[in-house]
């Protein structure tokens, strides 16, 4: 390669026929000829990238060509924008197949970043000549891949087109010099060694070359069947641009390309393999990139174990040990450990210590964790899990220009991120919302759009605050797939609102179930889609009415009484729901005696769930403000008798109906301890539908224990019946038993245990005088009501006047308002 103002002398000039040869291309470091320099690289590889920069300021090419997608030649001038921030992707998808895509990522560290970013400062053409993405992805298409990254620890990478079973060239080189960890042997022999003194800068390549020479000799193309066809189409493109820029060409590839590229090949065997190739049309931009996608943990094979690791390596301009030790040390100060300036001090010693008893030449990432784990962590791993995840691989998220190619959708969602200050993220953090206020509002209703259209961005968590319906609380974390989520998103329309509305109509159009649509409903309303709901509830009562499942109905329900909730804090529309829920309500009431007869034990425990649910729908239907429930909870208790005494119906579900008949005050506690004697002392009944009442009555996780704890009577019955079930049948019943009693707390289950030890008439905490029922008092103890209630004012969010007016002068009056309060 000469020297700037040297003429070159064009090379690959075929003849006449196109033919030509690869064979007078430079060796690096050699003298130059006529051919291109190959920089032979470890994709992310800080000691790959500092050299690519090293050997091209001293060789000065007139061209750049870079392994990557040729779509991508004209985004190659982003790269020096100033709101360009790695790392960052090329995202190719097919254009009437969003979903089929790939991705090439690149970190500030990548010598393919490097090299590109030199190009432009430099004046210098840069180009991509890697086979073209309309052939990848339809390749991808034919064989049934995923649009996954594929690439090996050497750098070769599959960009979703189906990669195959291959040989990983880092870890064969570090067997053959003696190491157990590739990682580390390239730590010693790449990453702690400096960029030579001048004139040596393309030393690293030609060493790199022959070993990748010697391992292709032996293994071909490494079981990859789609490497000669790449590197085919790289050759070809290597000689154009020979031929437009003479013997200047500088090439940063994979080094596990480079000796194909040096092969002697002729263009007409070239061409031949590319023939033929099928091809899809194809769009191209940058999007963000995570340094946690860039690791190898999250499935991508090319990735590296310690992205933050690397990036520190590549831009420590002196002294990385020291500098990367104090980040350590800053991180843990953060999160309130106690580190000092001689915690760094010391661990820096350690980590040379370690370096040189291991015969290393510099600490590495090994040396400087096990210095931190010991100094700093005082040998915990538990804040070492933390520096790992934070700093050695980190949650940078990086960062595209507006300019960027994108779709409509894409912009839209960008423009609303920034109008609303939600701005993705790589790391996970929680948001809460309060519905009343506009911001949160927009927030929420935007969120919920996305999930419609399959862009998970965040995901509904349990609120830490109250639990009225005006909070909201969601875990948020931005992933580089959603981009192509997006993008698939984008055929539903240009905004998110409008692609939401049309995909919500689509899945009413084509749900399967009764219990899909009113689910959608749900969704509908939290997402305020006013122009869907038409459609979907119109699909809800054809659906509605069409389906005789008591199941069905039983499972549609819920969703359907909760979406009768939002009303008031969206301030949606919630009528044609309303006439929807009082219809399947007479349907379920109607339906659900007969359908609750002869049911084996797999199906009562289904209609045991869809039984609890029809009850908590009912009690939420019960205040909603529709014509014609004032009698609904009424009807419902009724049912619940009727179930809870027919000898048809399985006994779990017996025991439920009169457990929940108990709790809304429907049963009185001598009549539910009547009729669990009444099973459990009756001859004809079996053992096993006995347990399976006991189930019902006390399992499930509803509270169960507590009531047998605090009701001597209950507890006796059960105590009574199960030491006179006879030894024959106690095998078949001890199942449904331990199932029942393990669903309790443990602190429940060891007091069970000691007052079952005590026997009849123990006392569970102080005798209490004057008890009206066994385990209970006689009435409120206001005193001991007064005590708690600034911790529930707490729970429950209300300010001291509010919750004084609510709830008056005494602990009965306060406990009462505060109920009101949660109501």
Known sequence: MPGAGVPARRGFEGDGDGMGDMSDVDRPGGVRGTGPLLLGVRHHGPGSARAVRAALEETRPEAVLVEGPPEANDLIPLAVHEDMRPPVALLAHAVDEPGRSAFWPLAGFSPEWVAIRWALEHGVPARFIDLPAVHSLAWSKEEEGGPEDRETADGERASGAGAGVRIDPLAVLAEAAGYDDAERWWEDVVEHRGVGEKGEALAPFTVLEEAMTALREEGGSGGHDQDPVREAYMRLQIRAAQREFGGGVAVVCGAWHVPALRRRTTVTADRALLKGLPKVRADMTWVPWTNRRLSRFSGYGAGITSPGWYGHLFGAVDRPVERWMTKVAGLLRAEDRIVSSAHVIEAVRLADALAAMRGRPLPGLGETTDAVRAVMCEGSDVPLALVHDRLVVGDVLGEVPAAAPAVPLQRDLTRTQRRLRLKPEAAERELELDLRKETDGERSRLLHRLRLLAVDWGEPVASYGSTGTF????????????????????????????????????????AQGLADVTGLAERCLLAELPDALPTVMRILADRAALDSDVGHLARALPALVRSLRYGDVRGTGSGALAEVAAGLAERILVGLPPACAGLDADAADEMRGHLDAVHGAVGLLGDAPAPGHGDLRTRWASVLRTLATRDTVPGVIRGRSVRL????????????????????????????????WIEGFVGGGSGGGLLLVHDERLRGLVDAWLTGVPAEAFTDVLPLLRRTFSAYESGVRRTLGELVRRGPGAPVGPATAGCGAPGFAAGLDTARADAVLPVVRLLLGLDEDRAAARGGEGGGGACAGLVEAAR
């Open 471 to 510: 909070r909201e609380a969601w875990r948020l974390r931005w992933e580089p797939e959603l981009s192509v989520r997006v993008a698939e998103a984008g055929i539903w329309g240009t905004t998110v609102r409008a692609a939401a509305t049309a995909r919500a109509e689509a899945d009413a159009e084509a």
């Open 661 to 692: 008949l108990l709790d809304d005050g429907e049963l009185a506690h001598d009549e539910a301890a009547r009729q669990m004697g009444l099973v459990l002392s009756s001859p004809g009944t079996a053992p096993a539908d006995a347990a399976a």
